[in-house]
Every structure is written in C-alpha cells, then in structure tokens.
C-alpha cells in the first residue's frame, strides 16, 4: 500500500513486474534503469538477486524519484518477482504492499500456457493476501513481438484480457526499450488516479 | 490486508524521538523503521555510507523469508533476525504487523545491547503507530490532496 509521509512529503509506491519466467520483467527494469531520464542523484542502483544463471531468485528492486507532484517528492519502487514456478513463495513476499502491477507475458506461441499458468497465480497469490485484481491497478504487456513466432495481439487479448474489466495492454520489445516507458506512465498514471478517485477523507 | 496508518509530523517526530534515543543507549551507526512492504518510513543515525531505501527493501524481503521459513519448521514467529559482520551487524526485530525496526551498528557493540533496547523501542513506536491508526482507523492515505490532472509522462525516456 503507497504510503504517503505528510511529515517529509513523500509519497512511496510500489510497482511489480509479474509474468511467467523468461518473460522480459527483469529487462524492463534494466532499461528503465540505463533510460530514464531524472535529476541527479533521483535514480537508485538496480539491485538484482539472481542466480549464476541469471534468473531473478527473490526479486529485482529499482528505486526512482520522479518528478515532485505538488510539492510532495514521489518514490517509486519497481520490482519484479521471480518467474520460475518453484519460487512461488518469494512471489508471494514481493506482492505484498503492491500498489500497481505490470504483467509482463511472452508472446511467443509456445509460452502461452506459461502466461495463463503465471496470471492464475497471480491471482491465486493476491488471493493468499487478502488482496484482488479488481482493486489493484494492472496493465498488460506483451513482449517478444519482434520474435517470428509471436503470437496475434488478439488471441493475447482473448488470453489475458478478457475479463470483465479490460485493462490498457501494449506490445513491447523491451530489450529495445520499446513499450517499457509506455506501459511504466499508464500504470502509474492508472494507480495515482485509482487513489485520486477514492471518496476518503481530507487530511489537514 | 492492513496498511499502515497515515503518520503526520507529530507521529513522526515521536517516532524520530525513540529513534534518537535509541542510538544514544546502544552506539548503533543507525536506525531504521521499515514497512513489511519494503518501504523506508523513518530513519535515525548515519544515511551517508548506506543506501538506506535499498537496506529498507532487502530487509523487509529477507525479514518475511525468515518468517516463512519459521512456518515451515512449525514456529510462529521468528521475532527477530541478526546477521553478523566483521566490521558491521544488521539486526532486525518486529514492531506490528506493517513494520519492522532495522538497525545497523558496529560489530564490536554486543548484539544483548541492541536487542535490549530494541524491545523498549519497538513498544515505543508500536503505541505511536497504534495512535495514528487510532485517529482513523478506516483511513488509509489521500492523494487526493495532490490533484494530479495529468501523469502522463511521469517518466521520460533519455533521448
């Protein structure tokens, strides 16, 4: 849950990159990281816990400041969870306190199952949290598209957008930074103006 | 699942109090109050040679390990965690349900020390917590006081 410290004015979120192993979470991060552009001193190191293989084990974590929205300094934390079904609990542990989620599917033909397997587990996990879909801001995105065998948009669509609330998707190379900032601002701008929305009181 | 209260100046400053305090008794480099959910709420002592928001997200992530693996071998809880250095230690002890108090000190301080003091504190910053959820108990946080019209490019990508 984004927490905001009306004492130093800061307003901290969380963001997770979620999606079945081998995905591209980890690379979004990356790029987000080596692109964005922000003050100096506003973007914190990239932290990778993985293993000698490369796969995420507990979690990526990248610290950004963006830009100061009415005189309150907004923190944000990206992490991603590990892919890998064996590590479900650790997915579980990074969930927690999420205000946004990206979820990161693999367009090629042969991971479909993997990306429904993976956004059943989702689900499954913020279930264990007491937590839901429907009051969790979430966008799609679809990577690999500059693959051959990557599957229509459509049939990703019918796949993992096909609930009764349909949530913005894009398509996305993330190796070449294509679609990462696009599908970082929507869930931002989705999560700040969930809370924007929200009827709760006024704090003096 | 239960968020952490909204904390204004006073709830901080109470907080930055027993902090203080805390380092003065124990000699630790420095003390920090972490949300479970990887977040840093207040610190005391040295931030200069630590990436404190970095300690905040590891600490809270190798926290909750632990206490998932204290399910596994049937223990409720483990409280507490101390990992021990050469040069410096981490221990890290439960406040409530939302947050953990973390500190950072010199190894050669005793660990007892830390934990004896820990206790006093973390009761100190649990009553303040408890009092900040007090005020309103169904109220989580407003960013409505923000009025943010457009977040649209938010973040921007280098050219």
């Known amino acids: ?204 | 699942m239960a968020t952490l209260p909204q904390l204004f100046e006073e709830d901080i400053q109470q907080l930055d109090d027993v902090l203080r305090e805390f380092l003065r008794s124990t000699d630790a480099l420095t003390a920090m109050i972490i949300d479970k959910g990887g977040f840093l709420i207040s610190y005391q002592g040295d931030s200069r040679q630590f990436d404190l928001t970095t300690i905040g997200a590891l600490a809270s992530g190798a926290y909750l390990a632990n206490q998932t693996i204290a399910n596994l071998v049937n223990e409720e809880n483990f409280d507490s965690v101390y990992q021990q250095g050469e040069n410096v230690s981490m221990f890290a002890t439960n406040i409530d349900e939302q947050s953990l108090l973390t500190v950072i000190f010199k190894a050669q301080v005793g660990v007892g020390v830390v934990k004896y003091y820990a206790n006093t504190a973390r009761e100190q910053i649990a009553a303040q917590m408890r009092i900040a959820q007090e005020r309103d108990p169904g109220g989580g946080l407003d960013l409505s006081v923000l009025n943010i019209a457009d977040t649209s490019g938010l973040f921007k990508r280098k050219m």
């Open chain 1, 1 to 204: 849950m984004a927490i905001i410290n009306q004492a130093t004015k800061e307003l901290q979120v969380k963001i997770v990159y979620y999606g079945p192993a081998m995905g591209g979470k980890t690379t979004n991060l990356v790029q987000v990281h080596d692109h964005v552009q922000t003050a100096a001193g506003n973007k914190g190191k990239l932290v990778s816990l993985a293993t000698s293989s490369d796969r995420t084990l507990f979690f990526d974590f990248l610290p950004i400041e963006a830009m100061s929205i009415k005189g309150f300094k907004t923190k944000f934390q990206l992490y991603t969870v590990p892919g890998q079904v064996i590590y479900n609990t650790t997915r579980q542990l990074v969930l927690r306190g999420v205000d946004g989620i990206v979820f990161v599917a693999d367009s090629q033909y042969e991971k479909m199952t993997e990306n429904a397997e993976s956004f059943q587990n989702l689900l499954d996990n913020l279930k264990s949290l007491r937590l839901n879909l429907e009051e969790i801001p979430y966008v799609l995105q679809y990577n690999k598209r500059d693959l051959p065998n990557a599957a229509p948009v459509e049939y990703m669509e019918f796949l993992l957008n096909n609930r009764d609330v349909q949530v913005p998707s894009f398509t996305s190379v993330a190796h070449k930074c294509e679609g990462v900032f696009e599908s970082l601002n929507m869930i931002t701008r989705l999560l700040l103006n969930k809370y924007i929305n929200q009827n709760v009181p006024q704090y003096a």
